[in-house]
């Protein structure tokens, strides 16, 4: 496909209205392209030139929100990341991501999704609740501890993870490699001890113990996270605690206030006075 | 302890496949492969056949061989199974009814299966 000035592309969108369609269907609408034009950008196009009543989530534009997670031609995408150039296709076919139960047209209902990751606790769980409600300092974290979960902590909430994976897609009760990855994310993080309120949720008949590994998560997650690997390192965490051998170290105390401080730079003197520049 | 438990279940399920894999090469070498046991020098003779076979059965060692083989391999398959099954049916009523059907499975088969080693041992 190339994207010269004046192509035109075929676009295949899943329409379903609930209080008038029995089953979703595909609805064909023809729309000019453009180099660098992105799918959402082709929905915005549809939506105020063909079809105003089309229903799609998007709001950053920039692949940070998360919002616009859907099926474009069999593959779980980002629209607002996803060119329409790179597909090389001729035409394309836009579903609502699978795995999620259907709202209209392409808003899937992710709601589950965010009620399991609620339930693992996505927050510093630390027993200083005085400091953590009213902080006086930084906790400290070395990059080394840092690094261990900072992919982990890039996740979007897109649900693209959840809907190209297939043991969601046969266990409806399934935390999911959004949840899951989330809580090692959390467990990973020196500066929390919230891991004995979070493991009674993951280690579950539907937990950790129900990812089959497929990988499919890794290979579609738009932000480049990797989280299947959260999960193999949450087990790791879990039967290290079941056997006893798991590290036993407090959370990371706060940084002590600085005793010397280096001066600030000072400001660099004019090389020119206003009664120079005035000349 | 209990606050772990699946995590017990799924440790078992990996150690349980490691000595499935050991104890069925045990097996294997000395049911089938018995030329290459004498390729190290060990001379067993004609191992399927019934006078080996009740020769075996007489000695501690292979009755407790045969009882843990059996132990591992039931454990590893209800438990795969089991996981199969509620990923299937996710309801916490059925969950039950799998978790009690399949530990009932388990414990008849391995009382039909240590039955034949154990009267033989007896004689």
């Known amino acids: 496909m190339s994207t010269e000035k004046g192509k035109k592309l075929k676009f295949k969108v899943q329409r379903f209205n609930p209080e008038e369609d029995q089953s979703p269907y595909l609805q064909e609408f023809i729309v000019p392209v453009t180099r660098g034009m992105t799918v959402l950008d082709a929905l915005f196009y549809i939506k105020e030139n063909l079809d105003s009543s089309l229903s799609f989530r998007s709001s950053c534009r920039m692949a940070i929100c998360g919002s616009c997670g859907m099926l474009i031609n069999n593959y779980p995408y980002l629209a607002c990341h996803t060119q329409i150039e790179e597909l090389k296709a001729d035409t394309l076919e836009i579903r609502s991501l699978p795995n999620f139960a259907l709202i209209k047209d392409l808003v899937p209902n992710i709601l589950p999704m965010g009620l399991k990751h609620r339930s693992i606790k996505p927050f510093i769980i630390r027993p200083d609740t005085q400091e953590m409600e009213n902080p006086t300092a930084e906790f400290i974290q070395k990059p080394r501890e840092l690094n261990s979960f900072l992919q982990f902590s890039y996740c979007v909430k897109c649900g693209i993870c959840v809907s190209s994976c297939p043991t969601s897609a046969s266990d409806k009760l399934f935390l999911g490699p959004q949840a899951l990855t989330q809580c090692y994310r959390y467990c990973a993080d020196t500066r929390d001890s919230g891991a004995k309120d979070r493991f009674p949720v993951v280690d579950t008949d539907h937990g950790v113990w129900h990812c089959h590994l497929a990988g499919a998560c890794s290979q579609a997650c738009p932000k480049g996270l990797d989280p299947a690997l959260g999960i193999q390192l949450l087990k790791r965490l879990l039967v290290a605690k079941a056997l006893g051998i798991s590290k036993k170290q407090p959370p990371a105390p706060i940084v002590p206030p600085p005793t010397v401080s280096k001066p600030k730079i000072a400001v660099p003197e004019f090389t020119v006075t206003p009664a120079q520049k005035e000349t | ?123």
Do not use: C
């Open chain 2, 1 to 123: 302890m209990l606050g772990m438990r699946h995590t017990y279940l799924w440790f078992a399920q990996l150690v349980t496949g490691a000595l499935i894999a050991m104890f069925l090469g045990i097996h294997m070498v000395i049911m089938h492969l018995e030329d290459i046991l004498g390729f190290f020098g060990v001379e067993i003779h004609e191992p399927t056949s019934w006078g080996s076979m009740i020769e075996r059965a007489g000695k501690g060692s292979w009755l407790a061989f045969y009882i843990l083989f059996l132990a591992f391999v039931l454990y590893h398959g209800l438990n795969g199974l089991r996981g199969i099954l509620l990923e299937l049916t996710p309801s916490a009523k059925v969950e039950r009814i799998i978790n009690w059907a399949i530990i009932a499975l388990g414990i008849i088969a391995f009382a039909l299966g240590t039955y034949v080693p154990v009267a033989l041992f007896q004689g």
